[in-house]
């Protein structure tokens, strides 16, 4: 198995703390214009690097027209559309069809297009999680074309997060890692404390308190996120990191009595309906749990960093201003006070007929005008850009580890992602099992 060549912790920033989960967030309209440096050599430079390197992926015949697919607009992020726009109007020679990025369907559209002979051909992902695509050989090794000077836009050891084997193969486009926003006045009404870093007693104390105190649920968590309590509990229960590594290489049981009463603690917020809105909890919607929020249905909002500015704004226009950003609450008792984290970024598939339009369309995607935009937003970006962090954004950037048991398949990472929470609350040792079927068979 491919191994990153440095831990994301490594991504701490040169003057302020970044690094490189998904992106949320409304971004503002208007247009912007592509940066002109380094583009006019794109052509020779791209042409000289594949050579050099040996690259599989096509090229489109002389004199026709690049084509491509790109999988990155993401619905309700508005910059997106500001980059398509903007690529358009800069590359007119291009053909581009944009399909909506669904992170639930990413891997099976790129997949299928790939085994079709098709290509999607720039795609939205997770730098740290690129093994289900390398394994399969199908992504572009970016490294020849990463020159000094399109480098400089990222800051130090950003790129190490999507380099495997030494080479590099996805983008970081923002620094990603869940904390909470927090409703203060229901806080207040419920006599509870806010505080910045909880202990995971600390949390469910709170919860409870808010339960009994007020007619609101304490926190709502949508569908794709609720596998967050069981990735930062696999990050954090270990006495040690030396423990850490070794779980996360499959040799230590899902059965193991500390990962169990993790699982059972975080199961138990689920059975005493802590979470919004009671049955139903498991597969409420993003939508779902935001709304849930703005209208003062809960008093905690599980999210991620960058999201964090769009619900600034979404409960300001409800008429709800007191409201804090904290830390996700933690397991640890050792030295592992991690949390699970990364980036979005972008990859290049490796069966591309346009190798030197791709380049042309990720030098954009990461030059210092899309990286301020994406700030503006609210994004915590791995680049030399300024305002690239918000330090209530970003205070747990340094907690981030990059590694986790998820990594050992695709098969595992998808029931954690998308199934544990649920399955473990209806059938505690089916799942057990289940999990340790998936861990034996990627050893």
């Known amino acids: 198995m491919r191994r990153q060549v440095r831990m994301l912790l490594s991504v701490v920033l040169t003057g302020c703390m970044v690094l490189g989960m998904t992106a949320c967030g409304e971004k503002s309209s208007g247009g912007a214009t592509a940066p002109a440096e380094g583009n006019e050599r794109v052509a020779a430079e791209s042409s000289t690097a594949e050579t050099a390197a040996g690259q599989t992926g096509e090229v489109a015949e002389e004199g026709e027209a690049a084509k491509l697919v790109m999988l990155i607009e993401e619905p309700n992020v508005s910059y997106f559309p500001v980059f398509l726009e903007n690529i358009r109007e800069k590359y007119p020679q291009y053909s581009i069809t944009s399909k909506t990025w669904d992170q639930s369907q990413v891997e099976k559209t790129v997949k299928t297009a790939f085994a079709g002979g098709e290509s999607v051909d720039i795609v939205k992902y997770f730098p740290n999680q690129m093994e289900t695509f390398l ?67 600390e949390f469910a104390d709170a919860c409870e308190k808010i339960k009994q105190n007020t007619d609101v649920f304490p926190f709502a968590i949508c569908d794709t996120r609720v596998g967050w309590f069981q990735r930062n509990a696999f990050l954090q229960i270990w006495d040690t990191k030396e423990e850490l590594e070794s779980f996360n290489r499959g040799e230590i049981s899902f059965k193991d009595e500390r990962v169990v009463t993790a699982l059972d603690r975080i199961n138990d ?64 008792t050792g030295e592992c006070d991690y949390v699970l984290g990364g980036c979005d970024g972008y990859f290049v598939s490796s069966n591309t007929k346009n190798t030197e339009a791709c380049i042309n369309i990720l030098k954009y995607l990461t030059s210092k005008e899309a990286f301020e935009l994406q700030v503006e937003d609210g994004d915590v970006v791995p680049a030399n850009v300024e305002g690239g962090t918000n330090e209530e954004f970003s205070r747990d950037s340094a907690r981030v580890y990059p590694k986790e048991i998820l990594a050992l398949s695709a098969e595992l990472n998808d029931y954690v992602y998308y199934n544990i929470g649920a399955n473990y609350f209806y059938d505690k040792e089916g799942t057990l099992e289940e999990l340790e079927s998936l861990r034996t068979s990627a050893q």
């Open 135 to 201: 394994s399969a050989d199908m992504a572009l090794d970016l490294t020849p074309y990463m020159d000094k000077e399109w480098k400089s836009i990222f800051t130090e050891n950003a790129l190490d997060i999507g380099t495997y084997d030494g080479k590099l193969y996805c983008l970081p486009i923002t620094t990603v890692y869940p904390d909470i926003d927090v409703n203060v006045d229901i806080f207040e009404e419920a006599g509870v404390e806010v505080k910045e870093h909880w202990t995971w007693e």
């Open 269 to 332: 917020l689920f059975a005493k309906e802590y979470a919004y809105p009671g049955n139903g909890a498991f597969s409420q919607t993003k939508d779902q749990t935001q709304a849930a929020f703005s209208q003062g249905k809960i008093a905690m909002l599980f999210n991620v960093n960058n999201g964090g500015k769009k619900i600034r704004n979404v409960m300001e226009e409800a008429g709800m201003t007191n409201i804090r950003t904290i830390s996700w609450p933690t397991m640890a």
